[in-house]
């Protein structure tokens, strides 16, 4: 399994960024797919979670509202769509998948890690 992600960057506060994360290596029918963070000095934390086949997502309290997790499956990837970006949400993200459809918000429930891409939200 290869989990790639991709887009993050700088933005202001207030501003929206994208990221994807492109999958490949198997078939993920039955996979949940995940994204988590780590900001400096401070443990992974989960942030959101969709089924492969995109008919459940689940969402940390802290960005409810705010960042909207998706699938195409036209191209493989789960990209996560983050809008009102606060300066607390600077950290480096990381896509990863567990294979179970049933959400979790545990690094350890999480089996496959992509690399992560660095999100930093300037106030």
């Known amino acids: 399994v290869q989990l790639q992600a991709s887009g993050g960057g700088l933005v202001q506060a207030g501003g929206s960024l994208s990221l994807s994360c492109a999958a490949s290596?198997?078939?993920?029918?039955?996979?949940?797919m995940g994204w988590f963070r780590q900001a400096p000095g401070k443990e992974r934390e989960f942030v959101a979670s969709?089924?492969?086949?995109?008919?459940?997502?689940y969402y940390a309290d802290s960005v409810k509202g705010r960042f909207t997790i998706s699938r195409d499956s036209a191209k493989n990837t789960v990209d996560l769509q983050m809008n009102s970006l606060k300066p607390e949400d600077t950290a480096v993200y990381y896509c990863?998948?567990?294979?179970?459809?049933?959400?979790?918000?545990?690094?350890?429930?999480?089996?496959?890690w992509g690399q992560g891409t660095l999100v930093t939200v300037s106030s």
């Open positions: 990863a998948a567990r294979s179970s459809r049933v959400p979790a918000t545990a690094v350890s429930n999480y089996y496959y």
């Open positions: 290596g198997r078939t993920f029918s039955y996979y949940r």
């Open positions: 969709i089924t492969w086949s995109g008919d459940n997502t």
